[in-house]
């Protein structure tokens, strides 16, 4: 069953302006992740946040993460038309599988 | 260091075919897993591997569908008398151990059944 679920599904923005996707999740977690698909292409990881953990920085991404809300945000900053893509959260289910979210589609506009 | 490859990237099957879908992990990764990926959708789970072993197939459908990761050569996803409904992307993903939860994934192969 689908444990992530990103909004919004869709977000356009204009190239440098900021862009925030969010992520909440049903079970308890030991890591959150982040990545990102461009069209017809593979995911690549972005950025992993621990349960213990609140805030993650990675160059022009911030992620955040509320356990007790069981959400996270992922802000990428200064956008670049390269942003465009899809980005997923992925939660650890058992077995060390990830399960997914259906991802918010972010378009950079030029 | 080669990436997690999957091949072949693209393939067409009637339906009642067999597909058969390749992956070879990141050199010196031994976990794999494959996810389902339908338009606009996130991924699935499939089925968790490590070398000669099956772990987890639980997101794996009982009939039809089956993998495997032998000790020698890359993990095999086999789909047999293929249906329209099998049609999706399926990603091949690899890890260096269970305490590392970082996947990395294959650039897919994307199976049309006609």
């Known amino acids: 069953s689908q444990q992530g679920e990103e909004d919004p599904q869709a977000l356009s923005i204009q190239e440098g302006e900021n862009a925030t996707m969010n992520c909440s999740y049903k079970?308890?977690?030991?890591?959150l992740q982040w990545y990102r698909q461009n069209s017809g292409r593979g995911l690549v990881h972005l950025i992993l946040?621990?349960?213990n953990e609140r805030e993650k920085h990675s160059g022009r991404l911030r992620v955040t993460l509320d356990t007790s809300k069981k959400s996270s945000s992922l802000l990428i900053t200064a956008s670049r038309a390269a942003d465009t893509a899809s980005y997923f959260c992925?939660?650890?289910?058992?077995?060390?599988?990830?399960?997914w979210g259906a991802g918010t589609k972010l378009i950079i506009k030029p | 260091n080669a990436g997690v490859m999957q091949n072949p990237r693209h393939l067409v099957r009637r339906r009642g075919q067999e597909a058969r879908l390749r992956c070879s992990p990141m050199k010196g990764h031994s976990h794999v897993y494959w996810y389902r990926q339908l338009p606009e959708e996130g991924l699935k789970f499939m089925v968790y591997?490590?070398?000669?072993?099956?772990?987890?197939e639980s997101g794996m459908p009982k009939e039809r569908f089956s993998a495997e990761f032998p000790k020698e050569g890359p993990s095999i996803l086999r789909i047999q008398q293929v249906v329209r409904g099998d049609s999706a992307a399926y990603f091949c993903?690899?890890?260096?151990?269970?305490?590392?939860?970082?996947?990395?994934f294959g650039p897919g192969t994307r199976l049309t059944v006609t």
């Open positions: 079970t308890s977690i030991n890591n």
């Open positions: 993903a690899s890890s260096p151990s269970t305490s590392s939860p970082e996947q990395y």
């Open positions: 591997l490590q070398k000669e072993n099956i772990i987890d």
């Open positions: 992925a939660t650890d289910g058992s077995n060390y599988q990830l399960i």
């Open positions: 946040i621990r349960s």
